[in-house]
């Protein structure tokens, strides 16, 4: 006991120099490979929170077990560094520069290249930014992420794909998928693809007849050496409308229409709203809510897996998607199956085989009548009248406007079914050979097979509606619709593609890099569509044959094919990435053409990586890369009318005949001149930019400025010629215009302690300008001014400049008012007061002006901000447009009915602030409208500045914060990943108070549309 009590006395007095012994401080200095010291290096000592930063000489110091601990040095644009103590101080630590954004490998035309190589006007984005976006359209996804892509969603309609996008503004890109000309890129399951490339000038020179307007480059995923991975990823989102207006109740339709009663001189209000009861004599129907959900579901799931050792490496894909649509009859929902395989085999070890196979099937299931009829109907419904008769849903109620029902048109049980099925597969096969006897040099042939098979069926019910007879106790039939009728339509295309092609890589004492191309391609398009269509009697069996036997059917159908083929080469040089040059032609054929069926198209472009000579090298040290390029090069576009050589003839075309006994038979109409010489538009593009990155990235910069101009765009000549001739005349290669911008790209990224985070801005600005238009010639000065489009600004509109409201009949009679059929006594209040230019007394067409922009963006822009934090990461993108307009069609009761916000418009109230329309010594108060009238020429029947309203506007597209669980946690249970998630798509709009009725990305025109829906999803992604 004695002997215990001494060592437990020994151990206590001795713990805190055991203690001291073991923490104790660890100095050092971190530098650079130039030997200059680093400020603000992260030091943190491994499995632990101890950690510091280096000053402004580079030193650091912190406590620590010496002879144990190990330090993890880690700085923006170096690489990690780990380093074990071992007892040692004033540590010199000399970090690496992180070369791996210069040596990342991007997808370019036929091959891929590093980042520090690229010459031309490239951008890309890869799969985990993709992702960060929860969307059934993969154009979706990149929307204000890809420099220079421009994305306009027209539609959320499920099953629609309704997007447009196009690079700097220069019209729809070819798509290549896969070193493959394929469609339906949108459908792509985003899980499918490593990453998306966008040549934007001469660099697309390498695909000929079809570059004119830039390539967007999709590469989709391949196995890698390593034991199998299993993924799974699932999601499920809520869907509702971002902004659209709704349909006036019975109170404000009755308040509406009396006013347009008394504005055309009515002394008696049609309606009186006090008798609005839940049914006779006046209903009270929002229509919007009878028809529209206020949210929907949809649904995604993908499994893949992938793996390989090193003959074979794999990637399998499969995913689910669903979604269903805005009406309340659930009539509208939509599937989409995708599949993709895609194998590499090292046969031996100069042959390598790739097998690539991916398609989709999707099914979509919906009313027969369009979202814009559905719409339209909504509208155009008076809303006095009952859904059902005396509310017995087993009995329609009769409208106002019968054919346009919006519960019958909304509704499969009343309206019918549209059905549409896709299935597409695109399989490619090469084989690649590495001659053994010339180092670099590889040979490979490859052949795509690209089905499609499309199917529509449309069944339109014949429909009844019904009064109720009180006194009878029976419902009285008051409309039956035309007959049912049965039409479907199927399609097939087929796309054959073969490449054979020789690539030469060498490198001359690591000075002289040297990268060659010689490929011969063809490819083959051929479609037939059929349709038929036939009345019938019982719709319960809704099959063509079923139909009426001595009813008038229609059977149409068409047919279409076209080849191209062509030779590329290219050549690629650098000298100590320093100097890089490449060089590229295309020579190619179009079936489409006669006697010029062949164009070349070269390119060019250079490059100068100034950071790689020595006196920016040795002598500014903040510059981490720095490289000056220019591009110029030929394309064309072959995507135009074809087969304008051939004498062509209408028929059925022109009049019809009377021939014996046999009736009316159609002629042939007037034939079509040849012309021999009709060939594609060419386009020749040029870009200068520069790439500059600072302070080991924490800023880097991309600009560019860029023309494209066109030649040989079609039109038809304007000459005169004698009806007699009995023909017309083939359009000719003879139009051209031009586009022209610059676009900048800033970006930085940053680590503070733990905290990663990463900023990047882009802005592109793209004027169009015809260059020649044919057309008659000026007859004066003014026509001249007004109608010559030569060497003017396209996406310019003529308007009446609108320069305020009228408040008083006083100032109406002393104001210029519109020539023709109106006076100062059809004008009242509220009316638009046009600007009288020519000052003669008169609004005409000779007062309107170019004072607005179309309804195509001349500026596109976007900004990403990620960042991560001990698992927690968040993305998120802003996306806008700006500098153009878009004018508003709809006007109240044009149809019957009103949207809502027609409500805020000049009119009369009383004393007591009541709508008073036929008092005459009321008061108007103002509002955003004129006054309602059932007829309005001078007002919405003109294009204003009024109408056209300023559409610019900045979005918060996507928002992504997710959570990665520790892999300590995970591991225990067999999972390497386990990432929880949540997201949400079009969120919230800055834009103009103007457009408070719709959504700015797709504003113009008629309000009867799908609208744009905002996106809420919940998922969680697995890993095995």
């Known amino acids: 006991m004695k002997h215990l009590k001494v060592m437990i006395l020994l151990f206590l007095a001795g713990l805190p120099l055991s203690l001291m012994a073991q923490v104790s401080e660890i100095n050092g200095v971190v530098k650079d ?13 491994k499995g632990s929170k101890v950690g510091t930063a280096t000053d402004v000489d580079g030193h650091f110091s912190l406590k620590a077990d010496k002879d144990k601990a190990t330090l993890i040095f880690s700085f923006v644009g170096f690489e990690k560094k780990e380093i074990p103590v071992k007892g040692k101080n004033n540590l010199i630590v000399v970090l690496k520069e992180d070369t791996k954004l210069l040596d990342e490998v991007v997808v370019v035309g036929y091959g891929t290249q590093k980042k520090q190589e690229i010459t031309g006007s490239v951008a890309s984005i890869n799969r985990d930014e993709i992702k960060a976006v929860t969307t059934s359209n993969l154009t979706n996804a990149l929307q204000g992420k890809v420099p220079g892509l421009n994305i306009k969603q027209n539609s959320s309609e499920p099953g629609s794909y309704d997007n447009s996008f196009n690079i700097r503004g220069l019209g729809s890109p070819l798509v290549i998928i896969d070193g493959i000309p394929r469609d339906d890129f949108d459908r792509l399951d985003p899980n499918e693809i490593e990453s998306v490339s966008v040549l934007k000038d001469a660099s697309a020179a390498v695909y000929g007849v079809r570059a004119a307007n830039g390539v967007v480059l999709v590469t989709t995923r391949r196995g890698t050496k390593g034991k199998p991975e299993i993924t799974l990823n699932a999601s499920y989102g809520i869907q509702n409308i971002t902004k659209f207006p709704k349909s006036v109740d019975a109170y404000g339709y009755m308040e509406l229409y009396n006013e347009a009663m008394a504005n055309r001189g009515e002394t008696v209000p049609t309606y009186d709203p006090s008798l609005v009861t839940s049914g006779s004599p006046y209903a009270n129907v929002n229509w919007f809510d009878q028809v529209v959900r206020s949210t929907v ?6 499994m893949n897996i992938s793996g390989g050792n090193d003959r074979v490496q794999y990637f399998n894909s499969i995913g689910y998607y669903s979604e269903e649509g805005l009406w309340k009859a659930n009539s509208l929902n939509y599937e989409r199956y995708n599949l993709r395989s895609n194998i590499t085999a090292k046969i031996t070890d100069q042959l390598t085989a790739e097998f690539q196979i991916g398609g989709y099937y999707d099914d979509k299931d919906a009313p027969a009548y369009y979202p814009s009829e559905i719409f339209d109907a909504v509208s155009a419904q008076v809303p006095i009248y009952e859904v059902y008769a005396n509310g017995n849903p087993d009995y329609l109620g009769y409208q106002y406007n019968d054919e346009k029902n919006a519960l019958i048109k909304s509704s499969q049980e009343y309206g019918g079914y549209r059905r549409t099925k896709n299935l597409q597969v695109q399989a490619t096969a090469s084989l690649r050979w590495d001659i053994p006897w010339v180092k670099g040099l590889s040979a490979k042939a490859l052949i795509a097979y690209d089905p499609k098979y499309h199917t529509d069926k449309m069944l339109k019910k014949q429909y009844k509606t019904y009064k109720y007879n009180a006194d009878a106790k029976s419902y009285d039939v008051v409309t039956t619709s035309s007959l049912a009728s049965v039409t479907e339509w199927r399609s097939n295309t087929a796309t054959p593609t073969t490449q054979l092609s020789l690539n030469y890589e060498t490198s001359i004492k690591n000075k002289h890099n040297l990268k060659a191309l010689l490929l011969f391609e063809t490819r083959k398009w051929e479609t037939s569509e059929l349709s038929g269509s036939r009345n019938t009697l019982m719709d319960a069996v809704d099959q063509i044959y079923a139909g009426l036997v001595d009813d008038a059917r229609s059977v149409n ?23 890089l040059v490449q060089a590229s032609f295309r020579l190619d054929g179009s079936s489409k053409f006669r006697n010029k069926k062949w164009g070349f198209f070269p390119s060019l472009s250079l490059g100068w990586r100034l950071s790689e000579e020595s006196f920016i090298k040795d002598n500014v040290d903040f510059i981490d890369n720095l490289k000056i390029r220019g591009s110029i090069g030929k394309m064309g576009d072959d995507n135009t009318d074809a087969y304008l050589w051939m004498m062509a003839f209408d028929y059925p075309g022109g009049d019809k005949y009377v021939l014996g006994d046999q009736g009316l038979i159609p002629g042939i109409g007037m034939p079509q001149i040849p012309n021999y010489d009709a060939t594609w538009y060419t386009s020749t593009t040029k870009n200068i930019g520069f790439d500059m990155s600072l302070w080991r990235g924490a800023l880097s910069v991309e600009f560019d400025l860029f023309r494209r101009d066109r030649d040989g765009l079609l039109a038809n000549r304007i000459v005169s010629v004698p009806g007699t001739f009995g023909a017309t005349f083939a359009k000719e290669n003879i139009n051209s215009d031009m586009q022209s911008g610059f676009e900048l790209v800033l970006g930085h990224e940053g680590k503070v302690a733990d905290f990663t985070y990463h900023i990047s801005g882009n802005f592109t600005y793209t004027l169009a300008r015809n260059k020649y238009i044919e057309s008659t010639p000026s007859g004066n000065s003014y026509d001249n001014w007004r109608n010559n489009q030569n060497n003017r600004n396209s996406n310019i509109k003529w308007v009446y400049d609108v320069r305020g409201q009228f408040s008083s009949m006083d100032e109406i009679y002393r104001n210029p008012v519109l020539d023709g059929l109106y006076t100062q006594y059809s004008y009242l209040p509220g009316d638009l007061m046009y600007v009288d230019y020519n000052e003669d007394g008169i609004i005409d067409d000779w007062d309107k002006q170019p004072l607005l922009r179309g309804n195509t963006p001349v500026m596109n822009y976007g900004l990403t901000l990620g960042g991560q934090w001990k698992g927690i990461d968040l993305n998120v993108t802003f996306q806008g447009a700006a500098m153009f307009n878009a004018n508003l069609t709809d006007r109240p009761l044009q149809f019957g009915g009103a949207w809502d916000i027609f409500m805020d418009r000049w009119h009369k109230v009383d004393a007591e602030g009541n709508p008073a329309p036929f008092d005459s010594e009321g008061t108007w108060v103002a509002g955003r409208y004129p006054s309602t009238r059932l007829q309005d020429p001078q007002n919405y029947g003109q294009e204003s500045t009024y109408f056209y309203n300023n559409c610019s506007y900045l979005r918060l597209k996507n928002l992504e914060l997710g959570y990665t669980l520790p892999k300590q946690w995970t591991n ?16 919230f709009t800055i834009c103009s108070k103007d457009l408070n009725y719709t959504d700015p990305e797709n504003p113009g025109g008629s309000l009867a549309r799908y609208p744009i829906m905002r996106n809420f999803n919940f998922g969680v992604n697995v890993t095995f």
């Open 972 to 987: 225990k249970i067999g999972i390497s990943n386990l990432r929880i998630y949540a997201n949400g798509f079009n969120l």
């Open 557 to 579: 159908g068409s047919a279409d094919r076209n080849s191209n083929m062509g030779l590329v080469g290219r050549i690629d040089y650098d000298f100590l990435s320093k100097y």
């Open 297 to 302: 579901p949809q649904w995604q799931i993908n």
């Open 33 to 45: 490979g130039a030997g200059e010291p680093l400020i603000g290096v992260s030091v943190i000592v």
